[in-house]
């Protein structure tokens, strides 16, 4: 799984995010289109929800015929990833933040090949980029580029001040980190070419994809434009 690992194009959806559509088509219509990775996330679907929707996503994955290149990882919730594991459903791994469940503990249940995201720390940013322990992640994700509805408090730093990050901010984030960094938080079509030449792994999108009309033309117009430009 971790070998696969590809986040250059990394679509975050649940079913709050689709304007009452149903996310599979969705889902099937991104990885069609290019994405690479694909996070199941949702914060008022129930457990067994969850766990539908995880199957349906790693389903039309497969249906796809690119389970060997896409990654699918579900946000915060360890309990989901070990149930879906048990029904039998092919899921890569787990991203969380930085108050969701401890790294050690998703490594421990998910075992050395998953695959374990984490929201880099708003508060004090480059240094904790700098110096955390990375031997347990994959990947950073950081942002938020711009504020975004789709998370209210996503950029909160410890006092409450909502933090957005320049393409400055993120050209430094590249350069710091160890691992991969992928960016997010608000990011459109024109955010791309800039964010491209950053040095970041890739960026992530929820709305921009979920909420398109045509989301399988609006996936594909982002992942040609971050290859076009990337550096």
């Not at 149903?22 to 679907?45: E, F, H």
């Not at 039309?60 to 290149?69: E, L, P, W």
Request: hydrophobic share 40%; aromatic share 4%; proline share 5%.
């Amino acid at each position: 799984m971790r070998s696969k690992l590809d986040i250059s194009a990394y679509f975050v959806v649940g079913p709050e995010n689709t304007k009452g559509r149903p996310v599979a088509p969705i889902i099937r219509d991104a990885v069609d289109a290019g994405v690479t990775c694909v996070q199941v996330r949702s914060k008022t679907a129930s457990a067994r929800e969850l766990i539908e929707l995880t199957g349906q996503a790693s389903r039309v994955i497969a249906q796809t015929g690119k389970s060997g290149m896409v990654t699918l990882l579900v946000n915060d919730r360890l309990d989901v990833v070990l149930a879906a594991k048990k029904q039998g459903i092919t899921v890569d791994g787990i991203h969380v933040g930085q108050s969701d469940i401890p790294v050690d503990i998703c490594r421990e249940y998910l075992g050395p090949d998953a695959i374990v995201g984490l929201s880099a720390r708003t508060h004090e940013l480059f240094e904790y980029i700098k110096n955390a322990d990375v031997s347990l992640i994959d990947y950073f994700g950081a942002g938020p580029l711009h504020e975004t509805k789709t998370k209210p408090d996503s950029g909160l730093d410890v006092d409450g001040k909502r933090i957005t990050r320049s393409i400055t901010d993120i050209t430094t984030l590249a350069q710091l980190s160890s691992i991969p960094v992928v960016v997010g938080g608000g990011v459109k079509l024109v955010d791309i070419p800039p964010l491209a030449q950053t040095g970041v792994a890739g960026f992530f999108v929820v709305s921009a994809i979920s909420e398109a009309d045509d989301p399988g033309g609006e996936a594909e117009s982002l992942v040609k434009t971050w290859h076009r430009h990337k550096r």
